[in-house]
DNA sequence: GTAAAAAAATGATATATATCAAGAATATTA
DNA sequence: TAATATTCTTGATATATATCATTTTTTTAC
């Protein structure tokens, strides 16, 4: 069960990027005085697709998934979460649901906050309703780097985007130890286990990566790059 | 060759959504003084991915295609605008270039506002960047949408959406005459333009659709949807 | 209106990918 | 630590989809 904590120890989530960077004492005070922590242990629910999108959430500590969910059975994971990062969703002045869902990959920390304090920001705070929108847009662009990695390249292209964007852009090394199950890896590269695992397979055979079981390690990047280029 | 022309007939494009009409009498005026409008031919460029944003355009009338070219030769078709409609792109804000490229399907006329004009509309004016945050949350729910579909549904699941979204979203009948290619309809459904072909004269043949050319009549939509729905 | 070009359609075939079933390894619980 | 459940792996096979070559139809240009 998610339990929540009240801290001190997160002037508004550190965040990276930082949105909130435009806020000034006042603004920062009162956003600070209405957020809150909450612990999630492994595989728990942050946000549940079809939900309702009442707060703004800052991962503090720990990973977790940003998937979709069809009425077919499968899942498409568009990004993988890190430390201080925010999620919030498109339902954001339009229905106010979640689009999607996001679970913790392993013991995590997030801070919420109130979907109305943060409309409050953007209405009274103009530079930070400048910096919001282009947040909005840089995941935008992300998002069409995604769909065509997902609807122009076979399988070997989408396995080694995968593979870059886990060591590139979440864990920043090429040796790692991932929390992603198989199943979420062919979920982040749009086939089934099965071939994720045929993939990553023959990827070992040939030198180009190393694993076993859920630490991984790149061996020749370049290769990989070459295979997300031509797809 | 595209041709500028400045015309009066259109107060700010009368936004369908009408994200303008947040705007007070002066701000629409100083919005209306900058503008222009263009005409384009069938076929011509009206944005080019990689190339620089420095307008945002309202189609005024006509029809155009909004799609991602990859390195791979291929095109994916986002949507298709209709007249009164918006597209501005994600590169707003981040790094002034265009992320797809639009071109006209018809004979059409778009008007242009700068770039600079827009985000002091959006400094100025709380309730208009609202609403701008809203338009590009819809749109992102639309591709969330999309993606799903071309990740998670095959062929005739995917067929099945193109005709929908165009009898529905923008003929707004069950039969309509499309500028439309075939290579267009493949590339609205990730696939090839012989798969395309293939699907809907099956699609034909067990009388769901019927078509010669480029007029198209949907005969048993329940049909249609019921595929999109099992994938 | 005819010739040329472009787009659409078809068939044969190759390839990519999913499915199903089973066994092996790993993690979880008592 | 044994027992159980879960995840991972593999192989065999079926299906979905792309490719290539060719013909037919439609559009464009003269």
Redesign the interface.
């Known amino acids: 069960m998610a339990i929540f904590i009240k801290t001190s120890n997160c002037s508004v989530c550190n965040l990276k990027m930082n949105l909130f960077r435009f806020l000034d004492k006042e603004q920062l005070a009162y956003i600070n005085k209405t957020r809150h922590e909450v612990k999630f242990h492994k595989g728990e629910t942050i946000f549940k697709q079809g939900g309702p999108l009442t707060h703004i959430a800052c991962l503090t500590s720990g990973n977790a998934k940003v998937y979709?969910e069809?009425?077919?059975n499968?899942n498409?994971i568009l990004k993988i979460l890190k430390p201080s990062e925010l999620v919030g969703g498109?339902?954001?002045?339009?229905d106010y649901r979640h689009?999607?869902s996001v679970s913790a990959l392993t013991e995590s920390t997030a801070c919420f906050i109130d979907v109305h304090v943060f409309?409050e920001m953007?209405?009274?705070n103009?530079s930070f309703?400048?910096e919001?929108?282009?947040y909005?847009?840089?995941?935008?662009?992300k998002?069409?780097d995604?769909?065509?990695s997902?609807?122009?390249?076979q399988m070997h292209g989408r396995i080694s985007d995968t593979l870059l964007y886990l060591s590139k852009e979440i864990y920043n090394s090429n040796t790692f130890q991932t929390m992603l199950s198989r199943q979420d890896l062919a979920d982040l590269s749009?086939m089934t286990k099965e071939s994720a695992i045929r993939i990553l397979k023959e990827f070992k055979d040939e030198g180009i990566i190393d694993f076993s079981t859920n630490i991984f390690n790149i061996l020749k990047e370049d290769v990989l790059v070459k295979i997300s280029?031509?797809?």
């Open positions: 979709i069809s009425h077919l499968k498409t498109p339902g954001f002045y339009v689009h999607f409309e953007i209405k009274i103009t309703a400048m919001f929108i282009k909005l847009n840089n995941i935008t662009i998002l069409y995604k769909l065509i997902l609807t122009h390249k749009a280029k031509t797809g």
